[in-house]
Every structure is written in structure tokens, then in C-alpha cells.
């Protein structure tokens, strides 16, 4: 190939490089002549993953490689815990980068978590990828997010036969005199559940049994996989080996209870809720900026300085209270490098600019994170577009001040304002997403110090 010879050298170069890695699990990041992040992959063993890019037989074994060896200058890494945490991150990274080579984990698609009621009379056990569902508002549990659905599902079903906790979503209240005239589902009869439905079990002993449930999810749970083993043992001994294969795979769904991740980490700030219903939160939005229509969709611009003066900014969209992920957009600001008022002008431009010219409709309410500046600097942009926004607003840090470009002064909202709260919501989000990299690198380089 006629790029190859003048390739090669650098190649070579990147190769050595690889070859000084670490062989453990962690997320590679290849990176263009302007360093710009092209691809994200992730990793059992960096040094072997990474330097099989640069070998020879990389050129011409692999043709969607092809592209990006053409362009790639260099990587970096970042190493992990296990093969888990890389595929959390990987996907976290793939999802607010949108590396060009990258086509997979690019459908909006999440790790699920265990959700546990525990603000219930009666707390179910459920499994979802959406934490949306106002029944996990409250007070629930969560737990995760895990990298295997498959093993969750089948540890909970192993689970459940010991604690017999229950998954269904009737809601069962501890004073229901008609309970006891409720039939419990199968679980109950073949022991899978203890039948809160139909008042087969007091709210007291019920607890217990979630919060035994509870601190075994929480623990190392060696002694039931020593129960385990040992049953596994003697099936194998007693030739019974297909009832050897199913302990077998219990045990390793069971140790696979400890690849997760903590949601205090925000591996996927998409499928966070804030702790409030939108809808509520829309409305009493809606009313405070005198609109006479439903607010649907709302998107939001930040602006950030990363890495020594780098400047970024970002837009988030949500509709009807809900990440859209897929709108998410990060830019590169090109014509100032410390101004944000500047950086403001040239994010609203670029992204708004097609439907100032009427080729798209607006959000309803554009959030910009500032104050009266910014806002002023966004109305700027606005005014060069022959089709004007319904609603700008500018939400200010510390003082919570709300401005909007139909009053000369702010509004001032009571912290409970569900609308308030709905706007730090989004707006918080807009500047996770435009710092979510950097933030990922900087932690992992303190943890190495």
C-alpha cells in the first residue's frame, strides 16, 4: 500500500511504545495528528491489545484497521481494575466521545442494575436498565451497574429460592385488610416466595429477609460459594455431571455479583432520574416562564477549559424530562481560547444554525449555564439568525438566579422549586458530559499516585 512506507516509521515507533505497557486490563484511546480521540477500545492486556495494531501483519490482516492506521499518531491508556471496569469504561468514554472509527456502544444501549425497593412495606427485587420508573424513586436501593445481564438474571433467580424476596411489581401495602383473601402467584407453593400478597408473611420478617438479602449482595459471599463447590464436588463425584455444569455456572454467576460498578461514580449519568417526577418538574417550569405550551424539549450549553486552557463546550438534550443521548454534542471551540462569552457565541451559532435558517424546529427552552453575560452573549448569536429560539434562559451558579431575555430582572426560585431543580439537573449534566473524560483520566491518575 502506498501510505505504508511512510507509515511505517511511526508505527514502529507506536509499536515500541505498546510493547512498554503493562500487561493488564484497562481502555486505549488512539489519537489523531491534532490529538483527537478516534477510536476507544478496551482491553484484558494492554500490551499485547495495543501493540497488535502496529505489527506488520495489522496493515493487511484487518480492513477497517486500515483507515485508522493511516491517521492514528498516538495512545493513550487508561488502566483498570479488571476486564469489568474496562468495559464500563469504554463504554462511558465511546458514549460522550463518539470516537469517528468507533461503531459499537453507540446505540444508546445500558449495563443494567439491581434495583431493591427498600421504601416499600414490602421491597421487591428487580433488574432494569432504566432507572425512570417513578417506583424506583423514594429511597430504592441501587446497586451496579453490572457488565453481564445474563449473570444478574441468574444469580437473582438462584438468590430468590434463599431469600425469597419477591419480583413482581403488585403494589402491597402492610394494613391491606383484602390481602389475606389474595391468592399468591406459583412462587409462593414452590417456595420461591414468602407470599407477601396474600399475608403470608408479617412486614417484620419479611424485612429481615431483605436485609439478610441485602448485606449478602454487599459481601464477599464465600460461604455460599464453599455450599456451592462442595455440592459441585460431589456431583461430579457421584458422575452426575450435568448437575455439576449447572453448580458450576451458579458459582460463576455468583462471583460475577462483584463486576459492577458504584452509581457514585456515574458510569451512565443517561439513565440517572433526578429526584423528582419531570413531569412535575416541567410544568412547574413552564408556568414560571409564562409559556402557554407544554415544555417537551429542553437542551442545555456549558462551557469548559480542560487540560491547561483547552476550551470545550457542550450541549445536552432532554426531552420530557429524559436524556436523549444520542443529541448529545461536545465542540471544540476554534476561535477564542479563554472568553466565554466568545465561546458561548460560536457554540449557539454552530449548533443552532440550521434551524435559525427554518431547516429545523427548536428545542423549547435552550439552557444556557451562566448568568446575564452569557445570556447576553447567546441572544447575540441569535439575533444574526433570521428565525429566533421561543426560550433562552441562563441558570447562574451559587445564587441559583434564573434569567430569561423577556425580563430585565432574575428569578428568584425557592430551592424545593421543582422546576429550579430540574434545570441544575440538566444543567449539571451538560457540564459532566463536557468534562466526563478528563474527569475519567484525572481520577485514575490520582489513584496511581
Known amino acids: 500500500m502506498p501510505w505504508m512506507s511512510d507509515r511505517r516509521p511511526r508505527l514502529d515507533d507506536l509499536l515500541a511504545k505498546a510493547r512498554e505497557l503493562p500487561r493488564v486490563p484497562g481502555v486505549y484511546l488512539m489519537k489523531d495528528t491534532q490529538g483527537r480521540v478516534i477510536y476507544v477500545g478496551k482491553a484484558a492486556r494492554l500490551r499485547d491489545r495495543v501493540g497488535s495494531y502496529f505489527v506488520l501483519s495489522a496493515d493487511l490482516g484487518s480492513p477497517k484497521k486500515q483507515p485508522m492506521l493511516e491517521i492514528v499518531e498516538d495512545f493513550d491508556v487508561i488502566e483498570c481494575e479488571g476486564e469489568w471496569e474496562a468495559l464500563l469504561t469504554e463504554n462511558r468514554l465511546i458514549k460522550d466521545i463518539h470516537p469517528r472509527f468507533n461503531q459499537r456502544l453507540t446505540d444508546g444501549k445500558s449495563f443494567p442494575y439491581l434495583v431493591i425497593t427498600v421504601q416499600d412495606d414490602f421491597p421487591g427485587v428487580y433488574i432494569t436498565r432504566d432507572l425512570s420508573d417513578p417506583h424506583f424513586r423514594g429511597g430504592a436501593k441501587v446497586i451496579g451497574p453490572f457488565t453481564s445481564v445474563y449473570a444478574l438474571r441468574q444469580s437473582v433467580q438462584l438468590l430468590q429460592r434463599v431469600f425469597k424476596f419477591r419480583t413482581c411489581h403488585l403494589e402491597i401495602k402492610a394494613d391491606d385488610p383484602q390481602l389475606k383473601f389474595f391468592r399468591p402467584c406459583l412462587l409462593y ?67 460475577k455479583l462483584d463486576e459492577r460498578g458504584k452509581r457514585s461514580q456515574q458510569w451512565q449519568p443517561e439513565t440517572e432520574v433526578f429526584n423528582l417526577d419531570p413531569r412535575k418538574g416541567l410544568e412547574s417550569l413552564r408556568r414560571t416562564l409564562g409559556l402557554s405550551e407544554p415544555i417537551r424539549c429542553i437542551e442545555a450549553i456549558d462551557i469548559a477549559h480542560l487540560q491547561g486552557g483547552e476550551t470545550v463546550g457542550s450541549k445536552v438534550c432532554f426531552v420530557d424530562g429524559r436524556a436523549l443521548k444520542n ?91 421543582l422546576g429550579l431543580r430540574l434545570c441544575q439537573a440538566i444543567r449539571d449534566e451538560a457540564h459532566r458530559f463536557a468534562q466526563h473524560y478528563h474527569h475519567i483520566l484525572r481520577r485514575k491518575k490520582t489513584l496511581g499516585e
Not at 190 to 214: N, W
Not at 372 to 388: I, K
Open 189 to 255: 407453593p414452590i417456595k420461591q416466595c414468602t407470599g407477601p400478597c396474600g399475608a403470608r408473611i408479617s412486614k417484620q420478617a419479611y424485612r429481615e429477609d431483605i436485609d439478610r438479602f441485602i448485606r449478602f449482595i454487599e459481601s464477599k459471599r464465600s460461604v455460599m460459594l464453599r455450599e456451592l463447590k462442595q455440592e459441585m464436588d460431589a456431583a461430579s463425584a457421584d458422575q452426575q455431571y450435568e448437575r455439576a455444569a449447572v453448580l458450576r455456572d451458579q458459582m460463576r454467576a455468583i462471583e
Open 327 to 417: 443529541e448529545y454534542r461536545r465542540y471544540r471551540i476554534r476561535s477564542v481560547t479563554n472568553d466565554d462569552y466568545m465561546a458561548i457565541r460560536e457554540v449557539v451559532s454552530r449548533r443552532y444554525r440550521d434551524a435559525g435558517a427554518g431547516q429545523e424546529l427548536y428545542p423549547d427552552v435552550i439552557l444556557i449555564d451562566g448568568g446575564l453575560g452569557q445570556l447576553h452573549a447567546a441572544q447575540e448569536s441569535f439575533d444574526q439568525l433570521n428565525v429566533q429560539p421561543p426560550m433562552v434562559i441562563a441558570l447562574a451558579k451559587k445564587e441559583e438566579l434564573l434569567f430569561t431575555q423577556a425580563r430585565s430582572e432574575p428569578i428568584r426560585l425557592g430551592r424545593d422549586n
